[in-house]
């Protein structure tokens, strides 16, 4: 286990093996995971937490709602807000025509820990 961190990440998935599977993982490397099953429960956190250093969301959500759809006014609340988005259809996060789209990092699924790992540690560094 590495240093803990007072780093805090809202984690937004709607698969609960991939949510509980990347929590447990994120909580071993020493961030505070926020966990979120839709877009219901992110928007919720994103109005009752007054710090979050990272989003990390799955774009297909529920609802017809994409993690772009949660990005964009969570940096409008926190434009310090480091963004992840992770989908096994990362073409249609570019295609969403978004900025944040543009120049947030894409993890394709499936994608190795370390990757994820290593993704965050760069963002969260600068």
């Known amino acids: 286990m590495n240093q803990p961190s007072t780093k805090i990440v809202l984690l937004v998935e709607d698969e609960p093996h991939v949510l509980a599977l990347l929590s447990d993982y994120l909580v071993g490397e020493g961030y505070r995971v926020l966990e979120a099953s839709n877009a219901a429960e992110a928007f919720e956190i994103l109005a009752s937490k007054p710090q979050l250093d990272l989003l990390v969301s ?20 926190r434009p310090d807000l480091k963004v992840i988005f992770i989908s096994g ?30 993704q965050i540690q760069e963002l969260l560094a600068s």
């Open 89 to 118: 259809y990362p073409i249609e996060i570019y295609e969403s025509g978004s900025a944040i789209a543009r120049s947030a990092p894409v993890l394709a699924k499936p994608f190795a820990l370390d990757t994820l790992r290593g």
């Open 58 to 77: 799955d774009f297909r959500l529920p609802g017809n709602i994409s993690g772009v759809m949660i990005a964009e006014p969570a940096l409008k609340l």
